[in-house]
């Protein structure tokens, strides 16, 4: 009906005298595209507007599930709704027929009316969501030749690197040389993985920082925002990478993991679980480092078995001299000693709030903040029983879809492992229930004094740990 900005009739030979937007279409819909894609509603409006500017005459339908506009858009969704000729109705549309003449049949359910309705429409317009190009798949599946494969692989080999074996595959865009895969790890619907909470821009490969519809859907004014907040970000990056800092989220941090090679016993456990990709490795599994991809999690120090691998101010050592030196009066002598390891991020400043409230909680527990839960070795739970600690709580940021943990799948790594360490606790006969694990955001708080007194009481009905002061 329009061509090159000018009416044209040629379609039907008469006029435009209806028109229907369908909203959602295929959106928020789990079979499809789950999520809202920000922006259709307003385009449909604004479309709207300007086939009202070219045809006067026509009708406007627009069948929503919900009318999102998002910031001030509102006021222009309210400006919408007072024009003539524009029909907005919410319902679901259950079918869409051509009655061979050219025009569509709309049948439409669960009105705001109660009852169902059907339009005839000139044109139907379905108003489709965003699908970022970085979604594995289409772009993912398109077949190698012969040629392209061998090629790949004689750079691989030539770069010592390896094709990525974890899950975290997604669109080949970027073709980054990581261990762990070649584009940007991303979360289901595709879009890059980053802390929704904290960390919007960063994505899990230090340096690259996502804005705009790369990261989710929006428009183009909240795209442009997006880019100043993505670009601060890696001005931030470049003034700390001149310093030799780290960026988020320890800023300032001048140590690196360091690792003792000669009894390194190539595992690939560290090289695996980095949520960073800083960890590539040799044809043997030998980890080769990349300091300036690394986040300092100490997610590498908890994973390795063989305890070779130390920052200056946080390693196997100094937290298990930590534990030593926990000093409990003897006035507690006859009570359960608890020690809790708490993550840096929520749970330890959770604590401070605590304090801050002055919420009572038992006295014989004892805190070490550790960096991350998946940057607690087994070894200092080990460390604590033998010590003769009873019971050991360790509490971290939410894991899963949603994730709170600042370094991605820290807290949810630390879980997998809990189940070695209750695997053991039963070989040693000792109750799989001495060493538990929480999850907590900082909004929180207040459950900790029920978590620490709760345990507590749990410990003590079980009685001493049977290896205290062998
Ligand atoms: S500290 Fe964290 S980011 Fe750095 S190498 Fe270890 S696991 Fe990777
Ligand atoms: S986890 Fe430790 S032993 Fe295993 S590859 Fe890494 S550094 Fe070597």
């Not at 006067?56 to 599930?65: H, T």
């Not at 379905?126 to 790949?152: F, H």
């Amino acid at each position: 009906y329009i061509k090159n900005g000018k009416e044209n009739k040629a379609l039907n030979g008469k006029p435009l005298e209806s028109i229907t937007f369908i909203q959602c279409a295929g959106s928020r819909n789990e079979k499809h595209l789950p999520y809202c894609s920000s922006i259709c509603c307003s385009v449909s409006l604004k479309q709207a507007l300007y086939i009202r500017e070219k045809f006067p005459d026509a009708l406007i339908y627009i069948i929503y599930k919900d009318i999102r506009t998002p910031a001030q858009h509102e006021l222009f969704y309210k400006r919408v709704q007072e024009e003539d000729n524009i029909f907005l109705t919410k319902g679901d549309v259950v079918n869409v027929n051509s009655n061979g003449n050219g025009e569509m049949i709309i049948d439409i359910d669960d009105t705001l009316l109660g009852e169902k309705i059907q339009i005839k429409s000139d044109v139907v317009v379905l108003a489709t969501g965003m699908v970022p190009t970085t979604l594995a798949g289409e772009i993912e599946t398109k077949e190698k030749t012969e040629e392209q494969e061998e090629s790949d692989k004689k750079e691989e080999t030539l770069d010592g690197k390896k094709e990525a074996e974890s899950a975290e595959v997604g669109a080949k865009i970027l073709n980054l040389a990581y261990r762990q895969g070649t584009d940007l790890p991303t979360l289901k619907y595709g879009f890059p993985d980053s802390h929704y909470i904290c960390f919007p821009y960063e994505t899990r490969r230090t340096g690259i920082y996502a804005a705009g519809c790369v990261r989710s859907p929006m428009d183009i004014s909240a795209s442009k925002n997006d880019a100043y907040g993505a670009s601060l970000k890696a001005i931030q990056l470049l003034h700390a990478a001149k310093n030799g800092v780290a960026v988020h989220p320890r800023s300032g941090d001048q140590s690196y993991p360091d690792f003792f090679m000669q009894r390194c016993t190539q595992c690939k456990r560290c090289t695996e679980e980095c949520p960073f990709g800083s960890l590539d490795e040799d044809e043997k599994g030998t980890p080769l480092p990349n300091p300036n991809r690394c986040r300092r999690c100490g997610i590498c120090l908890g994973a390795c078995p063989e305890r070779i691998i130390s920052f200056k101010d946080y390693s196997i050592h100094s937290i298990s001299s930590m534990i030593k030196a926990v000093d409990i009066p003897d006035e507690f002598e006859e009570k359960p000693r608890i020690l809790a390891f708490l993550c840096e991020n929520d749970a330890y400043p959770s604590l401070d709030i605590v304090g801050k409230y002055h919420l009572q909680y038992d006295p014989n527990i004892r805190v070490i903040p550790v960096r991350c839960l998946g940057a607690v070795n087994v070894v200092w739970i080990a460390d604590a029983l033998s010590m003769g600690f009873d019971g050991i709580i360790m509490i971290g940021c939410k894991h899963g879809d949603d994730y709170q943990c600042h370094y991605i799948k820290g807290s949810e790594l630390a879980e997998q492992r809990m189940e070695n360490v209750q695997e053991k606790l039963k070989q040693l006969v000792l109750e799989p229930e001495r060493v538990q694990m929480f999850n907590l955001s900082l909004d929180e708080y207040n459950k900790i004094p029920t978590i620490f007194n709760d345990f507590v009481e749990e410990i003590t009905e079980m009685g001493f740990n049977p290896y205290k002061g062998m």
